[in-house]
């Protein structure tokens, strides 16, 4: 698989990878892995964690690897699993053979905690959870010793192997590491190592009642894959001790470390899973792929390609400070990477009929388009014109203002690639007053130039013939949530948008894009740039996804660019 190029640009991580190799640390080399918890599908803030991840294993030619970080049973699932390997593979990366799964290493995890409690250093505390969490004091109170905090060895090693053998219910008892209850980092209390829970693992059925939580689990999965830089987001700032802590008493050479950075959060939207599932389940949208949601299969659906989700991740760069960057950022990216390579096609969305009155009955003109304005090597296209076609119903105006320059009473508009046509009358509904149809008169000399009075004809409005016009169904997406944070609501999901989704099912496309495959792009003239849906597109009948507008209607882009790179 082909690998894209990583962002050269330097940053607080770079700076120490570059000195642990001259220090020589982990013999020089660089490994590093993306982690996630097969409990949901990946979003754009992992997408920012995949391609910092697999980027430095790029940059260093060092290996980057994919862990599926399964120790927590509840909410796992290999269809999780698969989305994730999917789309990481779209976003353009290779782990090659190195994919493992952190509950492959349920048994090699049990005897490190063996081994801990035989240093002495891990008890098994009876304590319930509720006693746990009296004991463990509060950020200005130290914690007080678990009574249990003393058991011999023996007694320990014995009552952990019959939590493991299932003789306890769930809660019964904890293994703890054994560290300092007036620790004043709270992580430092002598955490929780394991927990009883009677859960089906999705790989591992019932063969565990027993499941390491993530801070014995993670520190050790990436020792066991010799990782050297443990990349995190800077929630786990507080336990990093405790990762140390782990790893100094059970690995004796080639220590991983941990590095965090600030994770993504984007304006309008939300990134948590918790909510994120929330919305699936309760059905707020449709499903994970829905292309109003931040994961990366349904960012993909909407049309983003993976080129525009890593200049994305690399223009936001890393930092060590939690920011809101702007989602107008993220649409900026994709409209860049759309205008080089999208074909150009017209689909009039909300069609109005025009019958040009002074062009002959029967006849078809074939014109000759440009596919892209600045690429000659993506062909031109044949784009039929006749008597009968369609315009956008609001690029007529009965009363307008003054600088509207597109059709209205008296004046005149040049049709896109074609001629000027000058408005003659409209005909209405006589019940609702509603205006059916437009009739214009064509300058037949404009097709190639101007008027032969040389007057000026500034607007130009997009058009399909309506005898060779096909009916396309356009979905419209707005942002889902109506606030530019929404994930410090406690209450997000009043702040749903209610209008994120217009399906529009008569739009009338040329013919050129009747044929659009799933995932195929175009620019629509003068409306945005749009995808042919992956899973509603069938062979002849395409249903188009609009991506983003051509332009920013909501932020102006370049004080934000500014801002945020
Ligand atoms: P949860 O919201 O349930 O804590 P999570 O988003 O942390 O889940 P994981 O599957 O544990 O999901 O994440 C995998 C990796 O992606 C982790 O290393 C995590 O730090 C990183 N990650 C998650 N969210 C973001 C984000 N918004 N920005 C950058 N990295 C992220
Ligand atoms: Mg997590």
Known sequence: ????????????????????????????????????????????????????????????????????????????????????????????????????????????????????????????????????????????????????????????????????????????????????????????????????????????????????????????????????????????????????????????????????????????????????????????????DDPRMPTVSGMRRRGYTPEAIRQFCAAIGVAKNDNLIDVALLEHCAREDLNERAPRAMCVLRPLKVIIDNYPEGKTQQLNCANHPKRPEMGTRQVPFSREIYIEREDFMEDPPKKYNRLAPGREARLRNSYVIKFEKMVKDEKSGEIIELHCSYAPETLDGPPADGRKVPGVIHWVSAGHAVPVEVRLYDRLFTVSDPGAEEEFLKFLNPSSLEILQNCMAEKSIADARPLQSYQFERQGYFCADEKDTKPGKPVFNRIVQLRDFWTKISEKISKNI
């Open 1 to 288: 698989m082909a690998q894209p190029a990583s962002p050269a640009s330097g940053d607080f991580i770079r700076d120490i990878i570059d000195n642990d190799l001259r220090a020589g640390r982990s013999e020089g080399r660089v490994a590093t892995r993306f982690p996630p918890e097969p409990n949901g599908y990946i979003h754009i803030g992992h997408a920012k964690s995949v391609c910092l991840n697999f980027g430095l294993a790029l940059q260093y030619s060092g290996t980057c690897n994919l862990r599926m970080d399964d120790t927590d049973p509840v909410g796992e699932s290999m269809e999780y699993v698969e989305s994730i390997i999917k789309d990481i593979r779209w976003l353009g990366f290779d782990w090659q053979d190195r994919l493992f799964y952190a509950s492959d290493y349920f048994e090699k995890l049990y005897q490190f905690a063996v081994e801990l409690i035989k240093k002495g250093d891990a008890y098994v505390c009876s304590l319930n959870a509720d006693e746990i969490r009296e004991y463990r004091g509060t950020f200005t109170q130290p914690g007080k010793d678990s009574p249990y905090r003393n058991r011999l060895v023996e007694e320990n090693l014995d009552l952990f192997a019959r939590m493991r053998a299932g003789e306890f219910p769930d809660g019964a008892h904890t293994l703890r590491a054994k560290i300092d209850m007036a620790a004043p980092n709270i992580v430092m209390r002598d955490p929780i190592l394991y927990r009883i829970k009677r859960e089906p693992h999705y790989r591992t059925d019932n063969k565990w009642v027993i499941y390491p939580m993530y801070d014995f689990a993670h520190c050790l999965s990436d020792a066991l894959e010799g990782i050297t830089h443990s990349i995190c987001t800077l929630e786990f700032e507080n336990n990093r001790p405790l990762y140390d802590w782990l790893v100094e008493r059970l690995i004796e050479k080639n220590r991983p470390r941990q590095i965090e950075f600030a994770r993504l959060n984007l304006s309008y939207t939300v990134l948590s899973k918790r909510r994120l599932i929330e919305l699936v389940q309760k059905k707020y949208v449709k499903g994970w």
